[in-house]
């Protein structure tokens, strides 16, 4: 420390002050808060803590007293914000009463509430805290969910920041609550006294923790360290005398203060591991006796019964004596019980916390000691109460489960016993802060002794520990830690604020504005008398640092008295004056960052912020490197150093920065800057510090003469000589004088400072910052500054390669340092010659051009975690140049070389883990390897832009390959890099949670449309009108649809009265006739539940809409109301009940399965006081088809079903169901069990279930248990099947629906399973089926049911024969499902149609067409889409008597008619369902065949034979597999036929025939156009359910099948849509795809062509989906290696993005591609064309900086004449760069064109550019380029001509100056004579555009004497010089242009 020699000197000068007032201090005053206001009357207004407003707001803070000061408190935090956002904010937790705020604001910002709580009861802490949410096993990382915790006197408040709420009670008091890592922490207060109320009682734990808002409070458990038994120990932490004084969570450590022993511990907080935790279970106490397991089931008990909501009888948990000072007295009077669910109110848990024992006497008898005893010591009094034991032992009454322990403490350190051991020291505030090296120390303020002790600690080498090592103590009243500096601020006892870093003083804090605290004491008393041990004298220093000077003896720019303590006695009378006049600062609090709050004497608080340590970025990289490579101290050093200097007060501006440094970083280098030409100069550019200029002597106030040459002479003047700019503007540069002076005497250094030792390290470290600098545009400035200070350093340390390579990089900056500072040999010795310093300085772009040409490369030098760029390129060329995949999974890579200081290995490693480029496996390609793994590291296109362009030309050239046909499962920033938008959009949409797709709003029609709002909500207004009028664009197919299925207007009553008709049967004829007008009108919602699928987002604030059902008519001509009600002719009862039902599902199926949807949005669309109705069951149903009423609550769901109404309970059961498809979840089936009797024990209840239910719930099982083949579920249902009627009057009516449903459910149970029922032989299923479809006589009952069966039914007689009428549909379904698509042919014999008439004769004709799908389902393979296989099904008996109408004697020709029609209708819907969704041609026509047939024979004479009924049947069915074949088309043809449908409504069209119609037009525009049929099993299983060929007579109908499951189709329908959405205009547009189908068993391989929008197949089926161009960019879609990403495309709307190419139209605009630019605008090549007119480029592309280049350097003008030639090559690289693509070119065409000029017009002044264009050419020659160019279509990315012509006029530039006069220089630089001034830019530009190696290298090859070309050929031959610049070179060289001849 012998170098701290000016550190006492400065000061540090703070930000700028502001008055501190906390945010929520302002917000809770206008808080509308009853109570305040009463507390308001009651108190004086003195005490008021807040004045109304008229003192404003000085007043209202002087007002508070310090009584009022503890009810407000508040803590500052930094900001935390999403991943990805750098903000600077902080966060404000206030408190006061009952109510807490969170607030945030910044320096830009203002202050504004983020949330705001107001509790029941007085606040007694508030704190934030993340809790960890317990995932999966599947993810490794643990969700932190961030939190407030609100402590009140008996329970913890959590409020999530997603707004959860959750309330935990404590089941004792709390003294205080930390936030640890793994959640809160509670400290019990002390009780009254734990004195041992039996010889064996333990003391209880005094530590808790709580992981989890909804755990269970735990107790803490530590392991002590220290002695030889007690080591492994794990025991409670039962000591109360253990305080906790401060937790951490990173690291997760907990310091405590022990109040006996007065000493500080350091323990690490970790979870608890198993062994662990059965040792303490097993054995909780500290010594081995067996009776202290009572203990722990005690606590347990306790706990427990907590929890319960009783309340304990006073246990020692209760606390009777307050925490003195933090206003927590009193017992408390009540527990909250814990409520387990976040959804229950908190006032749930209160009503029950109130328990009535609390009035036992015993508990008052106590209740008086809860009275505050104050003490002035922060230990717990400690009063004997006795306390009644038997109250205890009444917790040891129930025997219960032990509490786990889940945390636990690891003992860590220590304090020493040394002389502080004394009482009261216990810490009062604790921070851990790290130095400027990063060494982490753990500080503690002892307040009562006036100390700071600091602790370093460290990770141990492996990571899993932490070492601590000794205290170092500092005077301080007060301190708080910078965290953004790495420093903390210290208040010393003498007022002063003092900067200190670790433990290493930095300097005074100077506040502006703040008298100096000279006088200031911190007793605001004067003292009698002084005690002696305080007196500093200079051989005493006050400050415990070794060696540190006093203070005193250096004098202080800043005046200030001596320190306080030095003062003798009599001066403390004016100290006590000084108090009256002036403030001082009491206290710190609340840092943030590099800010903190200073708190006056007088209460006011005062805001100052910290001066960062630089601002500039080249500074900062400077320091970064030196604090990397100096050993640590010397570094603190340097940095305390540089930070005195530049925080000075009235410090520099942002300038002057890095001159202020170079000067610092000189000086303490041993030159002294004022004698060296060049440093002194720097004070010219930026303002004086005062630091520096205090050295210096009084400058006159009158110039002079020498002034002017001075200025002339100065580094500040060449510097912009040589400036870009000034060639740019053609100054002429001014002659100089020689000053008389300029030679000083040579110069030595001052060996004794600081880091004069260090210099060759530093240079080298600068010089790899310089390179790195070199890397990045942003930098050059930089460059040229760094460049200067290290051509100085390399010329003193007489290193003249490097003065080499700097005069190359900037000839005209470095030829005018002439100045050397001479070092002598013995100062040479003194310095450290570090290993890594070569004699070649390590160049980056010479580097690089080797690795381009193919040359041998060493790795190259970088400093980890600072030269990251030059890494991140070395690694780049490494891979993509020279072809290494593994260049960049080698961590020592073969290809960088790493410095190390030889210390700092482990924090470098770390951050090496994270930087280093990841390989990445499954891409193919280099180039695609390389922008992955720069997407890893982070890099953008706008790190690109500032990498220099002959650097960056590989990556482009990478990216640009990888643009075309990037994969398909990249990142967001990948796609990003290529400057794939559409990808990178797509990538982004799948990252965002399901509903927040960024069009899906887009796309949403923007409400109504004027004239559709006055109309009534038709229920589909919300459907996505862009979309479909893009799908069907020809026509008006959609509103047509719309007239269609609307329901909310009056039909038309269209009747003539006839002159015969008198007008009341003229009323009743009009009735009638809208009677049968509604039957079509209540059969509409399903077909509109159908369109309208899954189209609409619900706003969670309002109810949905739900349309009504009108069932009233309108009668031309005077447009008379017809009402059903007048009560003229007779209405069915209930009549709209069903129709109501299917209303509310259609409104429900709106739903997108997106959307969000909670529990209590479901509850409240309910409607209000009234009773349940039919349109909210249909809701329910919907819901549970869309997936949402899985998050309805079972309060809610049991709320519904104890109503009773039927419609609900069946709409809530088959709704939960279908929402729990598949997962036999067991909750669902208890409540399906409720329903049907056969799943309850014999011996229950009988449960009055009516019949429907009965048949939804048994359906329902079918589906929670779909495809599972459960053995109990499907013996129950086959049994099911054919439950006879009975017991008594139940199962009588509608017998059909319930057997029916019972065949489906067990289809559906054993869905597929066909033979491989695993253990289910002995129920013969297939043959109990069989046995149902045929008949025959009836098993015998198993013995559970046939109890339930003794009694017959009361009505029907059956016999003991199996009743086929009622269990043939459901048993041959059964089957159906069963064997679905096995092909199994034995039992699809079963099925085939009988071929005699006498057997046709038993088979119901319906029946037949159940057997004939049944057999076709089964035989799914054989399906052909062609009348061919319909025959096939035919009987010949059947085909032969059915066409013809004669028939042969005996023959029933209405039997053969009925089997015929019902054989055909029953194959159609077989062939419907195999072709679901595919819109197959083939199917297509075929089918549309047989409904023209149907619909020809309803109206034919032969009809009566098969009976209407009959044919409608039939028609229906047809129809409705056509439809299905074209789910979502929109086809013209079938909705043609519906229309025709729709308008029958006479004869036998009832109400189940208009469902079936309006059902397949609703799929034919199945989801508006976006869904269509899936064909899996689980698919048709929903699709027989739903399209089941019985349709109900009427509108109360559920005989044959329940209404209800006519909607399960929604479980088929899947999203197929694909819309291409145009990326820069965010619209929805066409597109080509193209779909590649895999080769399967029907057809090879093939490729479709379709235009998008549109419906894709089924994605199994395919292979790859493509976009094609030439339009788009193509994207491709490989569905071979998994579809998840297409379906999640589908499921999200199915927006794909696409990006039009340059020059192109959209196919709306220019379908044709006719008029694409490149068509025509550049066709003709006469001049008007050649110029490129900005117009024409805006169609090329949008992007502005383009238009703008078009506009301003493209147009041609008449007048110039000589800019022509400019503005055409201008244009035509316009014109390349914008038709290939790759705009991103422009600027480096234009860099090289521009470089080529300037070197044309000998104005380099450096030679940065040369070596970019150096690097072009040498990349284009490369041999990777050509081996990639030849597997690739992609062209180059610069056009070889321009390469060509800008090379050839660079070689003659070069070659007219070498023939001029360049040959004489370039001798006299290889034989080192000076060289003529005039020409040396154009020289350098030489030597580095031909890699002519130095001077030292020529000499070193030995070519002295050498004669001939061919020598000269061998010698250069091993430096790899191109024979080019050599031929340029041999002829100075030789001296003789002869020797060229060989």
């Given amino acids: 420390m012998s170098n701290v020699y000016e550190e006492r000197v400065t000061m540090i000068a703070a930000g700028e002050m502001q008055e501190f007032v906390p945010f929520g201090r302002d917000h809770c005053r206008r808080h509308p808060n ?34 009022e000061k503890q009810k407000e408190s508040w803590h500052l935090r930094k900001g935390c914000c999403d991943v990805g956002e750098e903000l600077d904010f902080d966060e404000e937790l206030y408190v006061t009463g009952n109510m807490v705020t969170w607030s945030r604001g910044s320096k830009n910002h203002a202050s504004s509430v983020y949330k705001a709580f107001t509790v029941d009861g007085p606040v007694l802490q508030a704190l934030w805290c993340d809790f960890c949410i317990p995932q999966e096993k599947t993810e490794a990382q643990e969700k932190r969910e961030k939190c407030v915790c609100i402590v009140q006197k008996s329970s913890v408040n959590v409020h999530t920041i997603d707004g959860k709420d959750y309330i935990a009670p404590l089941p004792f008091q709390v003294a205080d609550v930390w936030a640890t890592a793994y959640g809160l922490m509670f400290e019990r207060s002390n009780p009254v006294q734990e004195i041992p109320l039996s010889p064996l009682r333990e003391p209880l734990p005094t530590m ?222 604790v921070f851990i802060t790290s130095d400027l090296c990063g060494q982490k120390f753990l500080c503690y303020l002892v307040e009562s002794r006036h100390q700071l002790r600091c602790v370093k600690f460290e990770e141990s080498s492996t990571l899993t520990q932490l070492i601590f090592g000794t205290i170092t103590i500092i005077q301080a009243k007060d301190a708080a830690p910078l965290e953004s500096i790495d420093t903390m601020v210290v208040l010393e006892c003498s007022g002063n604020l003092v900067l200190y870093t670790g433990i290493i003083r930095v300097g005074k804090v100077f506040i502006a504005g703040h008298p100096a605290p000279s006088l200031s004491m911190s007793n605001p008393m004067p003292r009698p008398s002084t005690p002696m041990g305080s007196v500093s004298t200079p051989a005493r220093p006050l400050s415990r640092h070794p060696g540190a000077l006093d203070e005193t003896l250096w004098p202080s720019p800043v005046p200030e008295l001596s320190d306080s303590s030095k003062i003798p006695d009599s001066t403390y009378m004016d100290d006590c004056t000084f108090h009256q006049m002036g403030t001082y600062i009491h206290s710190l609090r609340d840092p943030v960052q590099n800010r903190v709050t200073l708190e006056m004497s007088n209460g006011n608080l005062v805001r100052i912020a910290t001066p960062e340590i630089t601002n500039s970025q080249l500074v900062k990289k400077c320091l970064q490197a030196i604090k990397y490579i100096l050993p640590k101290e010397v570094a603190v050093q340097v940095l305390i150093k540089w930070y005195n200097t530049y925080n000075a007060p009235g410090g520099p501006n942002y300038h002057s920065e890095w001159n202020l440094f170079v000067t610092c970083l000189m000086n303490m280098m041993g030159y002294s800057t004022d004698r060296l030409a060049w440093t002194r100069n720097l004070d010219l550019e930026g303002s004086l510090s005062p630091v520096i200029a205090a050295k210096k002597a009084r400058p006159s106030e009158v110039g002079s003469e020498e002034d002017w040459d001075y200025l002339l002479a100065c580094d500040y003047h060449r510097n912009f000589e040589s400036h870009l700019l000034a060639g740019a503007l053609h100054l002429d540069p001014l002659k100089v004088l020689r000053p008389k002076d300029e030679i000083f005497p040579n110069l030595g250094l001052d060996s004794t400072t600081l880091l004069f030792s260090h210099i060759p390290t530093i240079l080298f470290v600068l010089h790899l910052i310089y390179e790195e600098l070199k890397l990045d545009n942003l930098m050059r400035e930089g460059a040229r500054s760094l460049v200067v200070l290290l051509h100085q350093l390399a010329r003193d340390l007489k290193l003249d390669a490097y003065m080499d390579s700097y005069w190359r990089d900037y000839p005209l900056l470095v030829k005018n340092l002439k100045q050397s500072c001479k070092i002598d040999q013995a100062q040479m010795r003194l310095m450290n010659q570090p290993p890594f310093l070569t004699v070649e300085p390590p160049s980056i772009y010479h580097w690089l051009s080797s690795c381009l040409n193919g040359d041998v490369i060493c790795p190259f030098p970088y400093l980890p975690g600072i030269c990251e760029r030059t890494k991140l390129v070395v690694q780049s060329f490494a891979l993509y140049v020279l072809g290494d995949e593994n260049a960049l999974s080698r961590e020592p890579s073969m290809y960088l070389s790493r410095i190390s200081a030889g210390q700092r290995k482990q924090q470098v490693e770390e951050g090496d883990k994270r930087l280093s480029l990841s390989p990445c496996t499954h891409s193919t390609s280099l180039a695609a390897k390389l922008v992955i793994s720069l997407t890893d590291l982070g890099f953008t296109l706008k790190d690109l832009e500032s990498v220099p362009f002959g650097v960056a030309l590989p990556i482009r050239n990478a990216i640009y390959h990888c643009r075309e046909q990037p994969s398909s499962d990249w990142s967001e920033a990948a796609c990003s890099l290529i400057g794939r938008q559409d990808l990178s959009k797509q990538a982004h949409e799948g990252k965002l949670h399901k509903t927040k797709s960024a069009i899906g709003r887009l796309l949403v029609s923007d409400g109504a449309s004027g004239n559709e709002t006055e109309e009534e909500e038709d229920g589909m207004n919300d459907m996505n009108q862009d979309l479909m009028s893009l799908i069907w664009n020809e026509d008006l197919r959609v509103q047509e649809v719309r007239r269609l299925l609307q329901s909310t207007h009056p039909v038309r009553v269209n009747v003539v009265q006839m002159p015969e008709v008198n007008d009341h049967e003229f009323i009743e004829e009009k009735e009638n006739r809208l009677l049968q007008l509604c039957q079509r009108t209540m059969a509409l919602p399903p077909g509109r539940g159908m369109f309208t699928l899954f189209s609409y987002h619900p706003v969670p604030t309002e109810p949905l809409p739900i349309p009504k059902l009108n069932l009233t008519g309108r009668a031309p001509p005077r447009n008379t109301t017809v009402d059903l009600n007048s009560g003229n002719i007779d209405v069915p009862p209930n009549m709209a009940s069903w129709a109501s039902f299917h209303n509310g599902v259609a409104a429900g199926l709106k739903i997108a399965p997106a959307s969000q949807i909670d529990s209590a949005w479901i509850v409240y669309n309910r409607q209000k006081n009234t009773e349940l109705t039919n349109e909210y069951a249909g809701l329910l149903m919907a819901l549970g088809l869309n997936g949402h009423l899985s998050k309805l609550t079972t309060m809610s769901i049991h709320d519904y079903l104890s109503k009773g109404h039927e419609m609900t309970s069946i709409g809530l059961l088959l709704g939960i169901s279908a929402a729990k498809l598949g997962t036999m979840d067991i909750s669902v089936t208890r409540l399906l069990s409720i329903h049907i009797p056969a799943l309850l024990p014999p011996t229950s209840t009988e449960l009055d279930v009516p019949h429907n239910l009965q048949v939804a719930a048994v359906m329902g099982v079918g589906l929670v248990y779909q495809g599972t083949a459960h053995r109990h579920i499907a013996e129950v249902l086959l049994t099911e099947i054919g439950r006879p009627p009975g017991p008594e009057m139940e199962n009588c009516t509608d017998r059909e629906s319930y057997s029916l449903a019972a065949g489906l459910a067990l289809g559906m149970v054993c869905l597929g399973h066909g033979s491989n029922l695993i253990g289910m032989s002995d129920l013969n299923v297939p043959d109990q089926l069989y046995q149902y479809m045929v008949g025959g006589h009836r098993r015998a009952q198993a013995g559970i049911l046939r109890e339930k069966h003794k009694s017959p039914s009361y009505q029907i007689k059956e016999g003991d024969t199996v009743n086929v009428d009622v269990t043939c549909p459901g048993a041959t379904l059964a089957l159906a499902l069963l064997y679905l698509k096995t092909n199994n042919r034995s039992i699809a014999d079963w099925l085939r149609a009988p071929d005699t008439q006498y057997l046709l004769d038993f088979v119901k004709p319906e029946f037949l067409l159940m057997r004939t799908l049944a057999r076709g389902l089964i035989m799914w393979d054989e399906i052909k889409p062609n009348p061919a296989w319909i025959n096939s099904n035919i009987p010949p008996i059947v085909r032969q008597n059915a066409a013809d109408g004669q028939a042969p004697e005996g023959v029933d020709l209405q039997t053969m008619r009925q089997a015929h029609i019902n054989i055909i209708a029953g194959a159609c819907m077989a062939m419907g369902l195999r072709f679901a969704g595919s819109s197959n041609v083939a199917a297509f026509n075929c089918l549309y065949k047989y409904v023209k047939m149907f619909l020809e024979s309803v109206s034919s004479p032969m009809a009566v034979l098969a009976g209407h009924h009959n044919l409608e049947t039939c028609l229906s069915v047809v129809l409705l597999s056509l439809a299905l074949v074209m789910a979502g088309t929109g086809n013209l043809k079938v909705l043609q036929l519906c229309r025709y449908m729709h308008k029958r409504t006479g004869g036998e069209m009832n109400y189940g025939f208009h469902m079936a119609t309006h059902m397949a037009l609703g799929l034919l525009f199945l989801g508006g156009g976006r869904y269509s049929m899936c064909t899996s099993n689980s698919a048709i299983a929903a699709l027989l359910c739903a399209l089941y060929p019985r349709f109900p007579a009427h509108s109360t109908d559920n005989r044959y099948h329940l209404q209800a499951l006519r909607h399960l189709y929604v479980l088929a329908a899947e999203p197929r849509l694909l819309v291409p959405v145009d990326v820069d205009t965010n619209t929805p547009c066409y597109a080509l795809i193209k779909v590649t189908y895999k080769a399967s068993q029907w057809c090879e391989e093939m490729t479709v062509n379709l235009m998008a929008p549109c419906l894709l197949p089924e994605l199994h089926l395919l292979k790859e989906i493509k976009v094609k161009g030439p339009k788009y960019w193509e994207i491709m879609m490989d569905l071979s290696k998994g579809a998840q990403s297409l379906q999640s495309i589908l499921s999200k709307d199915g927006f794909l993005y696409i990006k039009l190419r340059a020059g192109h139209l959209s196919y709306t605009e220019d379908p044709k591609g006719f008029r694409s630019l490149l068509a025509q605008t550049f066709t003709h090549r006469n001049p008007e064309f050649l110029s490129i007119k900005p117009e024409a480029v805006s169609a090329f592309t949008s992007d502005p900086a383009l238009l703008s280049f078009a506009e301003y350097f493209c147009k041609h003008s008449k007048k110039d004449g000589e800019k022509l030639v400019v503005l055409d090559l201008l244009s035509s690289i316009l014109y390349e760069c914008v038709t290939q693509e790759k705009p991103e070119m422009l600027p480096t065409y234009v860099a090289i064109d521009q470089a080529v000029r300037r070197l044309e017009r000998k104005e380099m002044s450096e030679t940065f550019e040369l070596w970019q264009i150096k690097l072009v050419q040498q990349f284009y020659n490369s041999i990777s380029l050509q081996n990639n160019l030849k597997n690739s279509s992609t062209g180059l990315l610069i056009n070889p001509e321009f390469l060509l012509a800008m090379k050839s006029s660079l070689d003659s530039t070069l070659d007219q100056w070498l023939h001029a006069s360049g040959d004489v220089l370039l001798h006299s630089y290889l034989s080192s004579q000076p060289v003529e001034e005039s020409q040396i830019a154009m020289l350098a530009c030489f030597l580095v555009y031909h890699s002519v190696p130095t001077r030292q290298q020529i000499t070193a090859m030995g070519i002295e004497g050498t004669t001939s070309f061919s020598e000269l050929l061998l010698k250069f031959g091993q430096r790899r010089l191109p024979v080019q610049a050599l031929l340029r070179l041999a002829p100075v060289i030789l001296g003789n242009p002869q020797a060229m001849l060989v």
């Fill in 34 to 67: 009853a109570t305040n206001l009463q507390l308001r009357q009651l108190q004086p207004a003195s005490e008021l803590w807040s004045s109304d407003g008229d003192a404003g707001l000085v007043g209202s803070l002087r007002e508070v007293t310090i009584h």
């Fill in 208 to 429: 808790f923790s709580m992981l989890h808002p909804l755990d269970e409070i735990a107790p803490v458990v530590c392991k002590p360290g220290g002695g030889v038994t007690s080591a492994t120990r794990v025991q409670y932490v039962a000591d109360y005398t253990l305080k906790i004084v401060f937790s951490s969570t990173a690291p997760s450590i907990i310091l405590t203060y022990d109040t006996v022993q007065c000493l500080h511990t350091v323990w690490a907080l970790r979870k608890i591991k198993t062994e662990e935790q059965s040792t303490v279970l097993r054995n909780p106490g500290t010594s081995g006796t067996p009776q202290q397991i009572a203990t722990s089931s005690s606590l347990t008990a306790h706990l427990r019964s907590v929890s319960k909501g009783e309340s304990p009888i006073a246990s020692p948990f209760q606390n009777f004596s307050s925490f003195p000072g933090q206003n927590r007295s009193g017992a408390s009077p009540g527990t909250h019980s814990r409520s387990h669910s976040p959804s229950i109110s908190s006032m749930a848990a209160l009503s029950r916390s109130h328990s009535p024992s609390l009035g036992s006497s015993a508990f008052s008898g106590i209740q008086r000691f809860s009275l505050s005893t104050y003490t002035p010591s922060p230990k717990r009094g400690r009063n004997s109460h006795s306390l009644n034991s038997t109250l205890c032992d009444s917790l040891l009454v129930s025997e219960t489960e032990p509490v786990i322990p889940e945390l636990c403490l690891d003992h860590l350190w220590t304090e020493s016993v040394f002389s502080m051991r004394e009482k009261n020291s216990q810490a009062t505030k």
